[in-house]
C-alpha cells in the first residue's frame, strides 16, 4: 500500500491539472450547423441541424447579401439526413436516405418552392425500387433539369445507368450495364463520354463512349496496373485533352493532361516537395479553366492558378489564423461562397463571403458551445518503425499536465485505404478531456503518401507491416516516457475495430483493454461476405487482402484473424456493431464475442438493431460513448462523466448483449454439401394464404392462391397468385411449368404491366423482361447446374431434404435480377409450435439464404408442407400464414 498510494496521489493530482470535465454532449451531439451550402442561384443559404431530435435540411433567404430568417425544409424522424445536394438551377434540393444503416441508399427530391416557415414541403422519392441502392453520377451545369444517376436493381452487383428528370421524376434506361461500369465521364452539357471499370487483374480500364443507336459503343483509351490508380478530374467542354489525376508509371498521383486520340499524356502539376499524393484539383466549370490544387501532407497545401482565388484565400487566411479554410459551396456567378474554418480545436466555423462588398459575416458554427480554451493541441510528428521507414502520425496530449507516463489510446483509422488528417476530431479531444494521450497512425496501407506506401501494406494484416507500424509507433512512445506502458488501450472503427482485435490478439502484452467497432475478425468470412456492390472489385480485395478460395492465401488469412486465435486474448474487449452493417457484417462480433464468452474471457457487447456501419442516431451513438468512456475509465483510470441522461442510459442499456446469449455462426458454405432437391408431392394441391407486408414501415394486407396441378407423364404446372387491394402494385400472377424431376421447363410472370418469360433449351436458359416498353433479352448457360423453380414452389421441395436441428445443405438458384446462378444456404434452425388455420403445428423452422433475400419457411413436420413463409428484402418484409 505504501508504493500505491503515491501513485495515486501523483494521478490525483494530474487530474487536478487538467481542464475542466466537458459534457460528453459538447463532442458528440448533433451539431448546430453543418455541410453548408449555397443554391447556385444565391437565393438561398442550406445547412444541416436537428429538427425534432434528427439532423435534417434548413434553408435560409438570401438577398443582397442579407440573411433571413432559417427554417426546417426536411423532416426526416428515423434517419439522420447526411448527404443532400442542389439541383444546378437551384429549384430542387435532393437528398438521400437508406433504413436504418442498409446503405440501401434512396434519392429523394423537394421543390423549393414549395417551402415557407412553419411548412415542410413533400418529399418525393424519385427511386421508389425495392432493394436498390441509388449512385449519383453527374448533374450537369448545362443541363440543370437532368441527373445521371445509377440503379442496381436488376443486379444488386451493378449498376445501370438512367436519365433522371428533376420535375418529373421520369427515369430513362440508357444503359444495362452488362461490361462492370464502375463510373461514367459525363460533362457539364451531360454529354457521356467516357466509363471507367476494373479489368480481370483489378487494373482501371477507361473506355471512351460513342453513342450507336439507343445504345454505347465502347474503347479503351488508358489502362493502369492494379496497383496504380486512374480518375477523371475535368473534362472540358472543347479540345481534344482530358485531365486526369493519376500514378501510372510514377509513385504519387499528379494531374495529367490525356489525349485520348493519340494516348499521350502530358504532366499539369505534381507535389513541388514530393511527399504526398495530389488531394484535389479545382476548374472553371464554365470556362475549363484550372483553378487550383492541393495536396494534404501533415496540414494542407495549396497552388494557385487563379489570381482572383489566390488573392481570396490570402483574405481569408490573415483574417483567419491558426487553421485551415475552404470553399464548401459557390454561386454561379461567384457573387457568394460559403467559408468553412477548421482547426484541431474548431470543427466548424461558417462564414459568408460577400465578393462584392469583399465582407466576411460569419452565419455560424457547428459546435458554438465547445470551449476552444479548455481543448488539446493535435500535433503531427513522425515516428520510425523497425525496419527504419518514417511513418507520419498525429499525437494530441492531454492539456496541463506534463507530457510523462500518461494514459494513452491508440486510436486506428478505419479503411484500411485512408488516412488521418489534420483538424478537429471529436474522439481526440474527448478522450485528452478525459486525461489520455491518443496517437492516431497513418500505417503503410494508408492513402496519400504515394503508391510504396499503400502497396507496403498488401496482405500485411494483423501479423504484418500494417500492424507492425501500430506496435512500433506505441513503443517508440513507450521508451520515451510518454505513455504509461501499463494504461494503454486500442481502439478503432471498420480497419480499426480488426487492428484492434488483432493488437490484442497478436501483442496482448502491449494493451490493457481494447475497443472494436464495426470491426472483422476474420479476413476469411469478411472477404467472402462484401456487398453485392463491391463485386466488381473483388480482385482488388484478393490482391490487397488475400483470396479465401485460393489455398495459398487462405492459410495467411486465418493466421491474421483473430477468430482463430482468441485463446491468446488476455485483456477486457468492448466490441461495438451495428445489426444492419452491410460492409462487415453482423456476423464478424457474433463470432468473436461468442468465442471469447465460451473462453471465459471478458468482452462487453454493444449491438444497434437500427445502425449499419457506424452509429448515426443520436441515442445509439451517446450510449456508445458513456459506454466507451466508462470502459475505459474503469481500466486505465482516466475520468468519467458521472451524469448519464436518463434516455440514453436507457438505450445503453437495451442494445447492451448479454455474451452468453449470442451464438457462433453456422460453418461457412465451404463445408456445407450441396443438396439435391424433388418435388415429393404425389397428388394436386390448392391452397390460400394471407399476406401481412410491410414495405419502408408502410402495413399492406395481401391474399395468394397457390395450386398444384399433375400433367401428363409426371409433369406439374404450380400457378401462384397475389392481390392487394391495398396496393395494387403487389398483384402478381406466376405460372411455372415442371418437368418429372422437379426442374422448371418454363415461366411465366405477371406484374403491374411487367411481363417476364423463360425457358430451358439445351444447356442455356432464355427468356425475356417486357416493362416500360422495352424489351430486354434474358440469356445464361446452366453449365450443368438444376434449374429449380423459385417464387412460392420452391417451399414445397423442403420435405425431400432430410430435415432436423442443425441440417444446413447449399442448392444453386438461377436469379432472376442477375441472369445468372447464386448460391442459396439452406438451415434448419429449429423446432416451431405455430398456430395456423386454427390449429397448432409442429413445424421445422428453415432459413434460405441467398444474396440480398432472407426467407424462413416453416415446414410441418408430419406432411412437409408449408405453413408459413417470411421473407424480408431490403426495405420489404412479407409474412404470410396459410388459411387454408
Known amino acids: 500500500m505504501r508504493k500505491i498510494r503515491p501513485l495515486l496521489l501523483l494521478w490525483g493530482l494530474m487530474q487536478a491539472q487538467l481542464p475542466p470535465l466537458l459534457d460528453r454532449e459538447l463532442f458528440f451531439g448533433d451539431p448546430e450547423m453543418a455541410n453548408v451550402q449555397l443554391a447556385p442561384n444565391g437565393r438561398w443559404l442550406s445547412f444541416l441541424k436537428p429538427h425534432n431530435g434528427t439532423l435534417n435540411v434548413w434553408l435560409q433567404p438570401l438577398q443582397d447579401g442579407k440573411l433571413g430568417e432559417a427554417f426546417p425544409i426536411t423532416a426526416s424522424s428515423r434517419q439522420p439526413i447526411t448527404q443532400y445536394f442542389w439541383s444546378q438551377d437551384g429549384e430542387h434540393l435532393l437528398y438521400v436516405l ?64 438512367y436519365e433522371l428528370n428533376l420535375a418529373t421524376g421520369e427515369l430513362k434506361l440508357l444503359y444495362q450495364n452488362t461490361e462492370g461500369i464502375l463510373g461514367w465521364g459525363i460533362d457539364e452539357e451531360g454529354r457521356i463520354r467516357f ?35 486512374a480518375s477523371i478530374a475535368h473534362l472540358p467542354r472543347k479540345g481534344k485533352e482530358i485531365y486526369l489525376i493519376t500514378n501510372k508509371g510514377v509513385d504519387k498521383t499528379r494531374l495529367v493532361a490525356f489525349d485520348p486520340a493519340r494516348g499521350q499524356e502530358r504532366e499539369i502539376h505534381r507535389d513541388p516537395e514530393n511527399r504526398v499524393d495530389l488531394g484535389a484539383a479545382v476548374f472553371d466549370e464554365r470556362t475549363d479553366k484550372l483553378r487550383l490544387v492541393s495536396y494534404t501532407d501533415d496540414k494542407k ?91 507520419p502520425a498525429y499525437l494530441t496530449l492531454p492539456k496541463g499536465v506534463p507530457p510523462k507516463n500518461l494514459p494513452a489510446v491508440l486510436l486506428v483509422h478505419g479503411g484500411p485505404w485512408y488516412r488521418d488528417y489534420w483538424g478537429y476530431d471529436p474522439f481526440a479531444q474527448f478522450l485528452a478531456n478525459r486525461g489520455y494521450a491518443v496517437l492516431q497512425v497513418n500505417f503503410r496501407g494508408s492513402t496519400g503518401y504515394g503508391k510504396a506506401f499503400l502497396n507496403a501494406g498488401n496482405k500485411q494484416w494483423g501479423t504484418g507491416t500494417m500492424q507492425h507500424d501500430l506496435t512500433d509507433a506505441v513503443q517508440q512512445l513507450v521508451r520515451e516516457g510518454t505513455f504509461d506502458p501499463r494504461r494503454i488501450a486500442i481502439m478503432g472503427g471498420s480497419y480499426g475495430g480488426y487492428a484492434t482485435l488483432a493488437g490484442v490478439t497478436f501483442t496482448p502484452e502491449l494493451y490493457a483493454c481494447g475497443v472494436s467497432i464495426v470491426g472483422p475478425s476474420s479476413l476469411l468470412t469478411l472477404i467472402r461476405s462484401v456487398p453485392p456492390y463491391w463485386k466488381p472489385l473483388i480482385k482488388l480485395f484478393y490482391n490487397r487482402v488475400g483470396n479465401p478460395d485460393d489455398p495459398a492465401d487462405q492459410e495467411r488469412l486465418k493466421a491474421q484473424s483473430p477468430l482463430y486465435h482468441v485463446d491468446r486474448i488476455r485483456v477486457p474487449l468492448l466490441i461495438v456493431q451495428g445489426a444492419n452493417d452491410p460492409r462487415v457484417k453482423k456476423q464478424e462480433s457474433d463470432q468473436i464475442v461468442a468465442a471469447l464468452h465460451a473462453k471465459g474471457y471478458p468482452v462487453r457487447y454493444l449491438l444497434a438493431p437500427d445502425e449499419g456501419h457506424g452509429f448515426q442516431k443520436y441515442e445509439n451513438r451517446m450510449a456508445m460513448i458513456v459506454a466507451i468512456e466508462q470502459f475505459l475509465g474503469d481500466r486505465l483510470g482516466g475520468r468519467i462523466q458521472p451524469e ?20 457462433i455462426p453456422a460453418a461457412e458454405n465451404a463445408s456445407v454439401p450441396t443438396a439435391t432437391l424433388r418435388l415429393p408431392l404425389q397428388k394436386p394441391l390448392k391452397t390460400r394464404w394471407l399476406y ?19 400433367l401428363p407423364q409426371g409433369n406439374w404446372q404450380f400457378v401462384e397468385s397475389i392481390e392487394s387491394s391495398d396496393l395494387p402494385a403487389l398483384r402478381t400472377a406466376d405460372t411455372t411449368f415442371i418437368d418429372t424431376q422437379g426442374q422448371m421447363e418454363r415461366y411465366h410472370r405477371l406484374q403491374q404491366g411487367a411481363e417476364v418469360t423463360l425457358q430451358r433449351k439445351n444447356d442455356k436458359v ?7 416498353g422495352q424489351n430486354l433479352p434474358i440469356e445464361a448457360a446452366l453449365e450443368g447446374k438444376p434449374l429449380y423453380p423459385f417464387s412460392g414452389a420452391l417451399r414445397y421441395y423442403l420435405a425431400s431434404l432430410p430435415l432436423q436441428v442443425g ?78
Open 644 to 663: 448519464v441522461p436518463e434516455k440514453i442510459a436507457r438505450r445503453l442499456q437495451e442494445i447492451t448483449v448479454d455474451p452468453a446469449t449470442v451464438k
Open 98 to 161: 437508406d433504413r436504418d444503416g442498409d446503405e440501401n441508399y434512396h434519392l429523394y427530391r423537394i421543390h423549393v418552392s414549395q417551402a415557407a416557415p412553419g411548412q415542410i414541403p413533400p418529399a418525393t422519392d424519385l427511386t421508389p425500387r425495392e432493394g436498390i441502392r441509388v449512385v449519383a453520377y453527374a448533374f450537369p451545369k448545362f443541363k440543370p433539369g437532368l441527373a445521371y444517376i445509377g440503379l442496381n436493381d436488376r443486379d444488386p452487383s451493378l449498376h445501370d445507368l
Open 301 to 391: 497545401r495549396r497552388y494557385f492558378f487563379d489570381p482572383k482565388l489566390e488573392r481570396w484565400f490570402r483574405q481569408w487566411e490573415e483574417r483567419l489564423p491558426g487553421g485551415e479554410v475552404g470553399v464548401s459551396s459557390l454561386t454561379d456567378d461567384e457573387r457568394y461562397a460559403i467559408v468553412a474554418y477548421t482547426s484541431d480545436r474548431e470543427p466548424g466555423q461558417f462564414f459568408l463571403w460577400d465578393a462584392q462588398k469583399e465582407a466576411l459575416q460569419e452565419i455560424g458554427r457547428s459546435h458554438p458551445t465547445l470551449p476552444a480554451e479548455h481543448l488539446a493541441e493535435r500535433r503531427p510528428i513522425q515516428l520510425r518503425a523497425r525496419d527504419g521507414a518514417s511513418i
Open 807 to 884: 441440417y444446413s445443405a447449399k442448392i444453386p438458384l438461377f436469379s432472376l435480377q442477375q441472369q445468372k446462378f447464386t448460391e442459396a444456404r439452406i438451415t434448419v434452425e429449429g423446432e416451431e409450435k405455430i398456430l395456423v388455420a386454427g390449429q397448432e403445428r409442429l413445424c421445422w423452422r428453415v432459413a434460405i439464404q441467398t444474396e440480398g433475400i432472407q426467407q424462413t419457411i416453416w415446414i410441418e413436420q408430419n406432411t412437409g408442407l408449408p405453413w408459413r413463409n417470411q421473407t424480408v428484402v431490403s426495405g420489404a418484409s412479407f409474412l404470410g400464414d396459410r388459411i387454408e
Open 766 to 772: 432464355e427468356g425475356s423482361l417486357r416493362a416500360m
Open 692 to 710: 401481412q407486408v410491410s414495405i419502408r414501415s408502410k402495413p399492406f394486407s395481401a391474399t395468394g392462391v397457390e395450386e398444384w396441378i399433375p
Open 195 to 229: 466509363a471507367a471499370k476494373t479489368g480481370p487483374e483489378g487494373e482501371t480500364i477507361l473506355l471512351q463512349v460513342q453513342r450507336k443507336g439507343q445504345g454505347f459503343t465502347f474503347k479503351k483509351v488508358y489502362e493502369t496496373a492494379w496497383d496504380e490508380s
